[in-house]
């Protein structure tokens, strides 16, 4: 079992930053791949980022490549989301979530956490 808890989320303007933490319960977290993903209003929960368990390799969706940065750290059990440049269409709850593979899929992760909202505007 794991469990994951987010943090770091809020209101940031247009080009403005954020990094997002996920906490880890348990002793195995450099067991599994970590995932960010978010979801907005109406909309399907898509992919965002992952990282494998060692941390050298990332993965990232198309839409926030070379503006965001996922790394973990497996001494602290937590997986960071540094978003840069954040535009608008950023504004969703942003969940991690732990898994055994490194997929876009999110029903192939294991562990949810509960979410944490980061709203970009003016």
């Known amino acids: 079992q794991v469990q994951l808890v987010e943090s770091g989320g809020g209101l940031v303007q247009p080009g403005g930053s954020l990094r997002l933490s996920c906490a880890a319960s348990?002793?195995?977290?450099?067991?599994?791949?970590m995932g960010w993903f978010r979801q907005a209003p109406g909309k399907e929960r898509e992919f965002v980022a992952a990282?494998?368990?060692?941390?050298?390799?990332?993965y990232y969706a198309d839409s926030v490549q070379g503006r965001f940065t996922i790394s973990r750290d497996n001494g602290k059990n937590t997986v960071y989301l540094q978003m840069n440049s954040l535009k608008p269409e950023d504004t969703a709850v942003y969940y991690c979530?732990?898994?055994?593979?490194?997929?876009?899929?999110?029903?192939?992760?294991?562990?949810w956490g509960q979410g944490t909202q980061v709203t970009v505007s003016s």
């Open positions: 348990g002793r195995t977290f450099s067991s599994y791949v």
């Open positions: 990282i494998n368990r060692s941390g050298g390799s990332t």
């Open positions: 979530a732990a898994g055994m593979i490194v997929v876009r899929t999110p029903k192939m992760y294991e562990y």
